[in-house]
């Protein structure tokens, strides 16, 4: 069946340092989002990216759609220990409207 | 949270026992999805609906009901069949433009 799986799974960093996750679908997708999960909490919408290679930035976050439209990536600049959770992707296969999501990368990050 | 409210926000449940999940919006969206998700895992899909009325399973419908009898209301009823309920469940909605899930605060249901 149609798949979206991130890696890393988990990821710990030191604050300060960069993180990436990166998103890879085993089917082309209309469009990508990304969303976050606090320990505890539930999905917090981030961010939809369309666009063949469109790259989007939010403060220190910026994300990247594949030229394919089969994979995406979310890179984090200078982690703080706000950033703490786990990113989903999630994006529907062309031609449906429901949304797979990813398997997730949970984000640790070490004062 | 966000316009849309689970409850209860926790639940404990004994062996076949139905027991139903209150997820209720008020952002005028169509579409409504429930999710389940168990530790460390992600979101898996049980039902979806994009009009009153009107629903679909999901990826794991087996042992879940859902009623879609108002716009702002979608109920889910996690049925004794169902082997394995402990989990997170998650309420969604998504507008017209599907423009990002906007995600209830969720109801963790535990079988005791």
């Known amino acids: 069946g149609q798949q979206v799986m991130q890696i890393p799974q988990y990821q710990h960093v030191q604050e300060g340092e960069d993180f990436t996750t990166y998103c890879n679908s085993s089917t082309t997708l209309s469009n990508i989002q990304w969303y976050k999960q606090r320990p505890g909490g539930h999905p917090v919408f981030l961010i939809q990216?369309?666009?063949?290679?469109e790259v989007k930035k939010q403060k220190r976050l910026t994300f990247q759609f594949g030229e394919a439209k089969k994979n995406s990536s979310l890179h984090i600049t200078a982690t703080q220990t706000t950033d703490v959770g786990t990113y989903f992707c999630?994006?529907?296969?062309?031609?449906?409207?429901?949304?797979?999501f990813g398997t997730g990368t949970r984000l640790k990050v070490l004062a | 949270d966000g316009g849309i409210t689970q409850s209860p926000k926790y639940l404990f449940r004994k062996e076949g026992q139905n027991v139903t999940l209150s997820c209720e919006q008020n952002?005028?969206?169509?579409?409504m999805y429930w999710y389940r998700q168990d530790p460390g895992q992600g979101l898996r899909l049980i039902y979806y609906?994009?009009?009153?009325?009107?629903?679909q399973k999901g990826d794991i419908a087996e042992g879940y009901s859902v009623s879609r009898e108002k716009k702002e209301s979608f109920p889910l009823t996690v049925t004794s069949a169902q082997k394995n309920p402990t989990a997170f469940y998650l309420c969604a909605t998504g507008d017209r433009y599907n423009y990002g899930y906007t995600f209830g605060s969720g109801t963790r249901l535990t079988v005791v």
């Open positions: 952002l005028n969206h169509d579409a």
């Open positions: 999630a994006g529907p296969p062309s031609g449906t409207y429901k949304y797979i």
């Open positions: 990216l369309v666009k063949s290679g």
């Open positions: 609906s994009q009009i009153v009325n009107d629903f």
